[in-house]
Each structure stands twice: as C-alpha cells, then as structure tokens.
C-alpha cells in the first residue's frame, strides 16, 4: 500500500480506494511528485464526496465552490476524472459521474521573468546558505523548485569547459548545465543532498517554493526565477531551442511561454515598420 508522510486521509473505505488507484498508477510508471500531487487533490474532494455514490451534480458542485486560479481547476478535473474512470473500468462503479464534467479554459500564461533587483534583494534576504542556492539555482540555471529540491554534491561533474550539473528533472529526465566554479563548490560543500529530508531522501518542492516565496516580493515566486533564466539566456543567444533544452522543456512551444522579447527587438522590429 503506498504511504505519504504528513498526509491527511480520507475516510477509511474512500482511503482504501485512493490507495489502490495510487498503486494502479504507480505500476504504470508515474513519478513520485506525480503520486503526490494526485493524492493531495483525490482526499481534498472525496473527504467531502462519496465516490461510490455521488452523482456528477455533486462533483460539479464541488469543483464549483472551489476559489481556484484556472490552471489548478484544471489540474483537479484531471485528476477526478482519472480516479473515476479507473472506478468503472475496475468495476467499482456502473457508471463514470466525472464523464461529462466541464471543461476549463485556461489562459494561455504570459512570460513573467522576475526583475533582477527582487533577485539582488532575495539575495540579501537569505537568512543562510541553503536560501542562497535556491535562489541561485532558479535566476541563474532556471531549476524547478522539484529539481532544487533534488541537488546532490553527487551531481557535480567535470566536462570540457568546466563544472556542470546534472539536473534530475520531470520524468526521470535528466539534463547536463554547466556550471560556474564558485556555485559548484556550495553544492559540493554538502555531502550528497544539499537539501536532506527529515526522514531521509531530499525535501519535498513545496519546501523549496515557500522559502523562496518568503524572500520575493508578492506576485513572484520560484517560477518567476525561471522566467528570468529563460529570458536572459533568450537575450543572450537569440536561440529558443538552446533555451528550452537548457530548461528541460518537451516543446519549444512551452519555452516560448518563458520568454519575454527583449525591448530592443521589439523596439528594432517596430522601427523597420516606419515610413521613410
């Protein structure tokens, strides 16, 4: 039975269903994180809706009362509907009452790189070395807050031109950055996880975004840092695909989503358009 520490359950028999669906996606490979996630939003709803005998008028009226940005709203169907159709095709339930739920727009996100003087600040604000890693880590080589969480002395090699780092990232991915010498010696001043669990293994990423959430002003946070990578080494290169393979993106699509156009192209593109 899969176990998650400092969880809320749900009741016993809905606990029981959780968990054997948890492992159903578990044997088909899905992450950790992945597992997690789910987990936190299925004892979220089925604490107050029974899944063997709610009807799709008590889903929807559920997923209604929720005050959710559109993003999180549609992340929370997926994961309902996921459960549900594993509820009929396993022959718990007749019918699948999360089938027809609606479905959710959500806004295409616009770039929000972090300026460079929230970062200066953050910087400054870091009550320890731990902070001023995370921050470095996400400004300056565009890590995710799980990526962060997972940084090991272990990870720190040499290459051609100098230290790099092999970032663990979504999908058991990996990908190799380099490196500056001077950020390679506070990862290799730890020994194996610069950030350790209590219980063993590495911090969960929610640790991660809310120490850097506590030291960015409002409105920006760990993936506002990420933004500000993307956008930097955009400006830099002009080159999308070394971008999106430097953040470990699936599409250049995605990447473009990261990136602010720097002012001077705009202002350049613009200007080809005046009239003599």
């Not at 899969?2 to 009741?11: D, E, K, L, Q, S």
């Not at 994180?33 to 008590?58: G, W």
């Not at 929807?60 to 159709?85: D, P, Y």
């Not at 100098?162 to 010696?185: N, W, Y």
């Amino acid at each position: 039975m899969t176990r998650y520490r400092n969880r809320h359950v749900a009741p016993p028999p809905t606990q029981r269903l959780i968990d054997s669906y948890l492992d159903s996606l578990r044997a088909a490979g899905q992450r950790p994180q992945t597992l997690d996630t789910r987990y936190r939003q299925l004892v979220r709803i089925l604490s107050e809706v029974d899944p063997l005998t709610c009807t799709d008028e008590d889903i929807v009226g559920w997923l209604a009362a929720r005050r959710w940005a559109a993003e999180t709203r549609k992340s929370n169907r997926s994961a309902i509907r996921g459960f549900f159709q594993w509820l009929q095709r396993t022959g718990r339930r007749a019918d699948d009452p999360a089938y027809d739920l609606p479905r959710i727009r959500a806004p295409k996100p616009q770039p929000r790189p972090c300026p460079d003087r929230h970062v200066t600040a953050a910087l400054g604000m870091a009550e320890d070395l731990g902070e001023t890693i995370m921050v470095r880590a996400a400004a300056e080589y565009g890590l995710r807050r799980g990526e962060i969480a997972r940084l090991s002395s272990n990870d720190v090699i040499d290459d051609a031109g100098g230290r790099a780092l092999i970032v663990h990232g979504k999908g058991g991915k990996t990908r190799t950055l380099p490196i500056s010498d001077d950020f390679a010696a506070l990862v290799l001043a730890h020994d194996g996880y610069v950030f350790p669990g209590r219980f063993g293994g590495h911090v969960e990423e929610s640790y991660v975004g809310t120490r850097l959430s506590r030291l960015l002003p409002d409105g920006f946070g760990a993936h506002t840092l990420r933004h500000r990578f993307a956008t930097r080494t955009y400006e830099s290169t002009r080159d999308i695909l070394m971008v999106s393979r430097a953040l470990g993106h699936e599409s250049v699509a995605t990447t473009q989503r990261y990136v602010a156009l720097p002012a001077d192209m705009l202002r350049d593109m613009v200007e080809t358009a005046r009239l003599a």
